[in-house]
């Protein structure tokens, strides 16, 4: 199969539509810190590549395995080389997932990991959702056309049964750089009537939709946005217990595909 994104799109159609008659059988999840990641790689056994994928001196991780019929790849950025701290935010994000795309060819990408979410669009602490829209609420552009390209609102791979068979809950998810909301970011999440918030999920739908690599978002809430506790504290609270429940959707996500081809998702 040619490597996605290269070609003419007259090239790109028929290979899809070859892959979208094929049972899926290689799965890039792609998720932003280590306390979301290790519970998935421990679930599927997956085992870190000793020999990078990535470029030189770079601290992304990669993780390989298989599960039935499926290779599973799992990519996280790893820690920063100043900080310590996971990599966290759109640019790591877009970095991983255009690297990882390009040296594991995969049929279809996760992006899974936690989220804030909004009490006003119903969701709660635990809420595991599967996002049907992407967009960002930090770049603002105040010049038409311009406007609609920082917000970047595209509608991501559409899973009709997978979201019925898992019954899991469906959002609009608003992706920013920043852990807390300016009354700006506000305003923009309100604007692209987002259920759910991360700082990851726009960065890997522009990408994977730019290299024409499907992609479906799972996101699992850690704290109400517009609740009473701050953002902080909730998520800090509520990481561990969350990721849990995180681990146990993917877990489901991936058994439900195994076997079927990207058009009987």
Known sequence: MAPHGQGTDAILEPTVAQVEKH???????????????????????????????????????????????????????????????????TISASLLTYASIQALQPDLIINAGTAGGFKAKGAVIGDVFLVSHAAFHDRRIPIPVFDLYGVGLRQVFSTPNLLKELNLKIGKLSTGDSLDMSPQ???????????????????????????????????????????????TEEFLQNLASVTAALDQSVTRVIDFISGKCLSEL
Request: charged share 20%; glycine share 6%; net charge negative.
């Open 23 to 89: 049972p899926i059988s290689s799965i890039l999840i792609i998720i932003a810190m280590q306390t979301e990641a290790l519970p998935v790689v421990n679930k599927f056994r997956l085992t870190e590549n000793p020999h990078s994928l990535f470029p030189k001196g770079v601290p992304w991780v990669h993780y390989h395995g298989s599960y039935k019929e499926i290779t599973i790849n799992l990519v996280w950025p790893g820690k920063d080389l100043t900080f310590g701290v996971d990599n966290v935010g």
């Open 185 to 231: 970011d506000e305003a923009s999440v309100t604007a692209n009537d987002a259920t759910i918030k991360d700082m990851e999920g726009a960065a890997v739908a522009y990408v994977a939709e730019l290299l024409k690599v499907p992609a479906i978002f799972i996101k699992a809430v850690t704290d109400i946005v517009d609740g009473e506790k701050p953002t």
